[in-house]
């Protein structure tokens, strides 16, 4: 699948950038590339979605025909592969916290933290990502920790709704491949603004494709949007 040949060799690219040498008791036995991409995974069509075996206890579905629902959510984006990685090869970061993923996707990153530990995931998206979402939660071995809603993060009632779903707050805030709209670059950081507190993880990973494309934001200037917040 030369797409999928691609994309594992944007995850490569992407990880071999950003991810920095671990320490500590979550240490991995094997600190290459492949360990936090995830290279032995398989893929195969499941019906009309395409079924990705990342790592043990890691499955997810994508929806390349868009069965479900057509977005830009429906494949499996190298940011997301290289966050889940992260993720993977840190496990404590994610043990018993309560986690919410924003702008989810096929949630690759929120099913790792479940499939890590995390006491309880929420997985958010726009409700025409909610159905993907939904089986890939039905799919996991670990969807007793696992809910879906929807989260626009230009609605105020929807931040709220999201926010009241953690007791008291969340520990950790994830998201993927959210910088691609500098039009959502504000509301997005409003709204992990409303989901967090002082004591609240938040790890983003942004593929910068203002190096390649001069219409699409960066790095830069989602730092400068959540400056103003953080």
């Known amino acids: 699948n030369n797409n999928s ?35 032995s995974e398989s893929v195969r069509w499941v019906g009309e979605l395409l079924e990705y075996d990342i790592r043990p206890g890691v499955v997810v579905v994508t929806d390349p025909r868009n069965t479900l629902g057509a977005g830009l959510g429906n494949g499996l984006w190298a940011a997301g592969r290289v966050l889940a990685g992260y993720l993977a090869l840190r496990p404590s970061i994610c043990r018993a916290k309560r986690v919410v993923e924003l702008g989810a996707g096929v949630g690759v990153v929120g099913l790792t933290a479940a499939a890590l530990g995390a006491e309880d995931v ?89 190096l390649q494309e001069e219409m699409e934001p960066g790095v830069e200037d989602f730092i400068r949007a959540a400056s103003p917040y953080f």
Do not use: F
């Open 5 to 39: 040949n691609n994309n594992n060799n944007m995850a490569k690219q992407a990880a071999a950038a950003v991810v920095p040498p671990c320490s500590g008791a979550d240490e991995p036995q094997d600190g290459s590339i492949d360990a936090v991409i995830g290279s």
């Open 122 to 210: 929420v997985l958010t998206d726009m409700e025409h990502q909610v159905p993907l979402l939904r089986c890939n939660q039905n799919r996991s071995d670990y969807k007793q920790v696992l809910s879906v809603h929807r989260l626009d993060w230009r609605s105020a009632e929807d931040r709220k709704a999201v926010a009241a779903l953690a007791k008291p707050s969340y520990d950790l805030v994830v998201a993927s491949d959210v910088g691609y709209d500098e039009d959502l670059l504000e509301p997005l950081v409003e709204t992990i603004a409303a989901l967090s507190t002082q004591e609240t993880t938040i790890l983003i990973a942004i593929a910068d494709r203002a």
